[in-house]
């Protein structure tokens, strides 16, 4: 009797032991979700040698529903680069859109899912009618002056946040055409 009884608390303990484990393990896991929040938090480093230049943002009137920004990226790194992403809080969704010229010979706009080239030690012109962030589902009016944070994901370089200004009254330069 004293036996089975003995062997009948030891059930407990090991089920209650099990069960403990089990929690622990769980909590391990959701931490570990929770700290890598970001995406590529885990796999890139620190932006060094990557520089934003003349970034803004527009959109086509107040009832937009999506906006685009443009900018230049410089990459003072001998190696390649690529954005490959992008995000801001006042879209739903971000794309990184290229033009190309349609069968009847109008441009349009598609995701370019390989991102954008950033040669070692070159530039990438993010311009009207050219590459560009798209904006998608705008979350609200983008006004001029307002301000804009994006950020701006490289394969290498990791995440650079920028602050950028809505310009609504810069004209593309010379040779682009408008968004
Ligand atoms: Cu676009």
New binding site residues.
């Given amino acids: 009797m004293a036996e089975k009884q003995k062997s009948g608390t030891f059930a407990i303990v090991l089920a209650g032991l099990v069960v403990i484990t089990a929690f622990v393990f769980l909590g391990v896991v959701l931490k570990h979700k929770m700290d890598g929040e970001s995406m590529f938090a885990h796999q890139v480093t620190p932006s060094e040698g990557v520089v934003v230049e003349g970034a803004y943002a527009r959109a086509n009137g107040a009832s937009a529903k999506?906006g685009?920004a443009f900018m230049v990226i410089k990459n003072y790194n001998a190696q390649d680069d690529r954005l490959i992403a992008a995000s801001t809080d006042v879209a739903n969704m971000v794309?990184l859109?290229t033009h190309i010229e349609g069968e009847n010979g109008i441009m349009m706009?598609r995701p370019d899912e390989d991102g954008f080239d950033l040669p070692a030690n070159g530039e990438a012109h993010l311009k009207r009618g050219g590459d560009?962030v798209?904006m998608m589902g705008l979350k609200h009016a983008l006004n001029h002056g307002d301000t804009v944070e994006i950020t701006l994901v490289f394969e290498k370089a990791g995440e650079i946040t920028i602050q950028i200004p809505v310009d609504l009254e810069r004209k593309p330069a010379s040779g682009e055409a408008h968004?």
Avoid: G, I, N, R
Wanted: aromatic share 0%; net charge negative; charged share 10%.
């Fill in positions: 999506a685009a794309e859109h706009m560009h798209m968004h």
